[in-house]
């Protein structure tokens, strides 16, 4: 799976990086999915993993895409500022 930052925005680096790596890990083992391999570039996550067969791909993402967003915004209020992209990820 490859997620994109909007409009390919390089943001993905520092403390934000960091904090995405940690929720990324957190919500894996906390929906029981194994996270392979991840490689997060300045744009851009590349992210290999196994989900068991009770969670549903869609759901999974959906929840880790959710969940991290609403923390990033929380934690780094600036990026909701232009020339960023409001409450969009």
Do not use: C
């Not at 997060?40 to 991290?68: A, C, N, R, W």
Request: no cysteine; net charge positive.
């Amino acid at each position: 799976m490859v997620f994109t930052a909007k409009y390919r925005f390089q943001i993905l680096e520092g403390m934000v990086k960091s904090l995405v790596e940690y929720d990324l890990q957190l919500i894996s083992s906390w929906k029981d999915v194994q996270v392979i391999e991840l490689n997060i570039q300045k744009d851009h996550i590349h992210l290999v993993f196994s989900t068991p067969p009770k969670v549903s791909i869609s759901e999974y993402i959906g929840i880790l895409k959710e969940k991290m967003v609403i923390k990033l915004f929380k934690t780094f209020p600036n990026l909701k500022e232009k020339p960023y992209w409001g409450n969009h990820f």
